[in-house]
Nanobody
Framework: QVQLVESGGGLVQAGGSLRLSCAAS????????MAWFRRTPGKERDFVAQ????????LYADAVKGRFTISRDNAKNTVYLQMNSLKPEDTAVYYC???????????WGQGTQVTVSS
């Protein structure tokens, strides 16, 4: 089973950028679809972006479309989330997740906090 560790969160001013990374253990990373979700206090975990095993297929939530980019490096067992033009409403704990297929998420990281100040 793959294990996931997120990093790259922090405090940034509105309009700034951050890049989140999610490092996966194991030799089968390229067989997993990957995604990012986020959660704010008192709310459900919301979908942010997903990427297929090959990286060809990508999907974004409307709230982040045009500002965030998901990518993956299968040689490094890592998926990234480049976040530009950050807004205070992007403040959340961001989680990466892996699945055997898109939408079938079964393994989660511990999360990384992103705080955007106004």
């Amino acid at each position: 089973q793959v294990q996931l560790v997120e990093s790259g969160g922090g405090l940034v001013q509105a309009g700034g950028s951050l890049r989140l990374s999610c490092a996966a253990s194991g030799r089968t990373f390229s067989s997993y679809a990957m995604a990012w979700f986020r959660r704010t206090p008192g709310k459900e975990r919301d979908f942010v972006a997903q990427i297929s095993q090959s990286g060809i297929s990508r999907l974004y939530a409307d709230a982040v479309k045009g500002r965030f980019t998901i990518s993956r490096d299968n040689a490094k067992n890592t998926v990234y989330l480049q976040m530009n033009s950050l807004k205070p409403e992007d403040t959340a704990v961001y989680y990466c997740t892996a699945g055997t297929s898109l939408g079938n998420w079964h393994t989660w990281g511990q999360g990384t906090q992103v705080t955007v100040s106004s």
